[in-house]
């Protein structure tokens, strides 16, 4: 079945620096877009979500934009901390179906 | 408020053997979502259960089988375990039609 995937599967940036993070999806009739954070040890943590009819949306630190016609999502954290260092992961739904994730991206940030 | 429980925290097992995988979802949450995470692999999407009833479910193979109690607790069944059946199982608990999910930490497989 189609899947979401992540372009990079590590990415280290310096405490303060503005992070990206992609991910490109194939399916789409996908309408609903989370990004999620996973600790070492932990389970995934929810941390932004956009709805196919957006194309941006922003949260404390965080945001997050669609572009639909390139099947493109990325998660933008301003002023990096080492408290953001985990992996990421972009996940995908439609209506009526759970959400499918990608591989993942892990962030490291150093001080 | 709790959060997603899961039990145990981590399971060693036999090739062959059986194991039954424990969650508790939040309180005023009727669907519980199964997703296994083996080493490099991601989140792979098992089950989905919502109001006692499977709801969909993932790319697995039928030994992979779970229920969900009139409680909205929820169990998986692994069935004649494998080696390759080893991986952190996760389990997330969501309002009905939420995409939402809250994880618990998982329970942590090992077949020998």
């Known amino acids: 079945g189609e899947s979401v995937g992540l372009h990079l599967p590590t990415l280290s940036v310096q405490e303060g620096d503005n992070s990206i993070i992609n991910c490109a999806y194939s399916n789409s009739a996908s309408d609903y877009f989370i990004w999620y954070k996973q600790e070492s040890g932990k389970g995934p943590q929810f941390i932004i979500d956009?709805?196919?009819?957006?194309d941006k949306r922003q949260g404390q630190r965080v945001t997050v934009l669609l572009n639909k016609t390139v099947k493109h999502l990325s998660l933008q954290i301003a002023a990096t901390q080492p408290g953001d260092s985990a992996v990421y992961f972009c996940?995908?739904?439609?209506?009526?179906?759970?959400?499918?994730f990608g591989k993942g991206t892990t962030l490291s940030v150093s001080s | 408020e709790a959060g997603v429980t899961q039990s145990p925290t981590h399971l060693i097992k036999t090739r062959g053997q059986q194991a039954t995988l424990r969650c508790s979802p939040i309180?005023?949450?009727?669907?519980v979502y199964w997703y296994q995470q083996a080493l490099g692999l991601g989140l792979q999407f098992l089950l989905w259960y919502d109001e006692g009833e499977e709801r969909n479910r993932g790319n697995f193979p039928p030994r992979f089988s779970g229920r969900q109690f009139p409680n909205y607790s929820s169990e998986l069944n692994v069935n004649a375990l494998e080696l390759e059946d080893s991986a952190l199982y996760l389990c997330?608990?969501?309002?009905?039609?939420?995409?939402?999910?809250?994880f618990g930490s998982g329970t942590r497989l090992t077949v020998v």
């Open positions: 996940a995908e739904a439609q209506a009526g179906t759970a959400l499918i």
């Open positions: 997330a608990s969501g309002r009905t039609g939420n995409y939402g999910y809250t």
């Open positions: 309180s005023g949450h009727t669907s």
């Open positions: 956009i709805r196919s009819n957006m």
